[in-house]
T-cell receptor, first 112, second 118 residues
C-alpha cells in the first residue's frame, strides 16, 4: 500500500537558517504529492503540491521537487522566520484514490 | 467564504461513554473526509463521503465508529463506546469535485476536534 515517511522532529532552527524536511514515499503508479502545514490552533493548510515527476511546488518561500527516481519530495526554505513555526505534513494521493496518505508530521521551531 | 468548521474543539470523556463530533464543510463541497491523528503519529484516513453517500470507508477502525452525512451537508462522527485508544485529533476536510485538469482535488481542512478518553 501507499506510505509516506518523513523525518522526525522537532527541528529547531535559528531565524534565517536553511530548512530541509525530508520526505520519501512508497506508492504504485504516479501519485500527486503535497506538503500541508498546521499552525498552532489552526487546521491543516495546503502549502504546496506537485502532480508529476520533476514538478516543483513552491509557496511562501518554500519549495519541494517531485523526484520519482528517489521517491522523494523534500521541503526546503532558504531563510526561515519565527512565523514558520508549525507542524509540516508530507502527503500523497495515489492513482485512483481520493483519500490522502500522510506522514507523521515534523514540528519546526524557529527561534529568534 | 467560511472554512470547514468542527465542533467541539476539545472533548474529554470517560471510557465507555459516547461522543459525537460534528463537521460543517464549505458550502457546495460534495466531498467530505474524516481523518484522525493519534498520539502524534501520522494522520490516517477514516472515510470519504460524496454528498450523503459513503464513497470509501476503508479507514474506519471498527464498528464503534459511525459516520453520517444526512442531506449531504454537515457530517457527524459518533464513537460509542469510546476506548482509550480513540484519543487523538479528528480532522474533517472538504473539497469540490475532482479536477482532472489540476490532477488533484485540494482539500480544505478544519482545525480538528481533540478527543481525550480517560
Amino acid at each position: 500500500g501507499n506510505s509516506v515517511t518523513q523525518m522526525e522532529g522537532p527541528v529547531t532552527l535559528s531565524e534565517e537558517a536553511f530548512l530541509t524536511i525530508n520526505c520519501t514515499y512508497t506508492a504504485t503508479g504516479y501519485p500527486s504529492l503535497f506538503w500541508y502545514v498546521q499552525y498552532p490552533g489552526e487546521g491543516l493548510q495546503l502549502l504546496l503540491k506537485a502532480t508529476k515527476a520533476d514538478d516543483k511546488g513552491s509557496n511562501k518561500g518554500f519549495e519541494a521537487t517531485y523526484r520519482k527516481e528517489t521517491t522523494s519530495f523534500h521541503l526546503e526554505k532558504g531563510s526561515v522566520q519565527v512565523s514558520d513555526s508549525a507542524v509540516y505534513f508530507c502527503a500523497l494521493k495515489g492513482t485512483g484514490r481520493r483519500a490522502l496518505t500522510f506522514g507523521s508530521g515534523t514540528r519546526l521551531q524557529v527561534q529568534p | 467564504e467560511a472554512g470547514v468548521t468542527q465542533f467541539p474543539s476539545h472533548s474529554v470523556i470517560e471510557k465507555g461513554q459516547t461522543v459525537t463530533l460534528r463537521c460543517d464543510p464549505i458550502s457546495g463541497h460534495d466531498n467530505l473526509y474524516w481523518y484522525r491523528r493519534v498520539m502524534g503519529k501520522e494522520i490516517k484516513f477514516l472515510l470519504h463521503f460524496v454528498k450523503e453517500s459513503k464513497q470509501d470507508e476503508s479507514g474506519m477502525p471498527n464498528n464503534r465508529f459511525l459516520a453520517e452525512r444526512t442531506g449531504g451537508t454537515y457530517s457527524t462522527l459518533k464513537v460509542q463506546p469510546a476506548e482509550l485508544e480513540d484519543s487523538g485529533v479528528y480532522f474533517c476536510a472538504s473539497s469540490q469535485e475532482f479536477s482532472a485538469s489540476s490532477g488533484a482535488n485540494v482539500l480544505t481542512f478544519g482545525a480538528g476536534s481533540r478527543l481525550t478518553v480517560l
